[in-house]
């Protein structure tokens, strides 16, 4: 189920294994309140479906912002998701060495708050991921 498309991300839930799939979508020329607006919405989907587990497809990545307001970006989402009932995050990541250090840092960070319940691991293969992520529901049957 469509839950938000635009022209920054794609939001595909499928509710029997209660999975969220986030396409980013490659953008030249988005801004960061674009970018902060649509990670909001995305939290706010996460706690209106109470969704536990989250795949991030981030291979297309967005260079429309700087590393710098990317980084505030995501201190920002990572401390929203923290806040929500989610339990597993998959990550596809990009090919961006600089963003990529920044986001394991960060993910790093958030496990270790003790508010923080999310896992979180990085892929490399989507179907993989994706195996990873129905796992958690097998072990809450």
């Known amino acids: 189920?469509?839950?938000?498309?635009?022209?920054?991300?794609?939001?595909?839930?499928?509710?029997?294994?209660?999975?969220?799939?986030?396409?980013?979508?490659?953008?030249?020329t988005s801004?960061?309140?674009e970018l902060s607006y649509?990670?909001?919405?995305?939290?706010?989907?996460?706690?209106?479906?109470?969704?536990?587990n989250l795949l991030i497809d981030a291979r297309e990545d967005v260079i429309g912002i700087t590393d710098e307001e990317y980084v505030e970006i995501n201190m920002t989402f990572a401390q929203n998701l923290?806040?929500?009932?989610?339990?597993?995050v998959a990550r596809l990541g990009t090919t961006n060495t600089n963003?990529?250090?920044?986001?394991?840092?960060?993910?790093?960070?958030?496990?270790a708050l003790p508010e923080a319940n999310v896992v979180y691991q990085e892929f490399q293969d989507e179907t993989i991921a994706i195996q990873w992520l129905q796992q958690n529901g097998e072990r809450s049957s």
């Open 82 to 88: 923290a806040s929500t009932r989610l339990q597993r």
């Open 38 to 52: 649509t990670m909001k919405l995305l939290v706010d989907k996460i706690r209106s479906y109470d969704i536990k």
């Open 31 to 33: 801004s960061s309140s």
């Open 1 to 28: 189920m469509i839950l938000h498309k635009d022209g920054l991300i794609l939001m595909d839930y499928d509710v029997a294994s209660d999975i969220l799939v986030v396409k980013w979508l490659a953008s030249k």
């Open 99 to 111: 963003r990529e250090n920044f986001v394991q840092e960060l993910a790093e960070d958030v496990q």
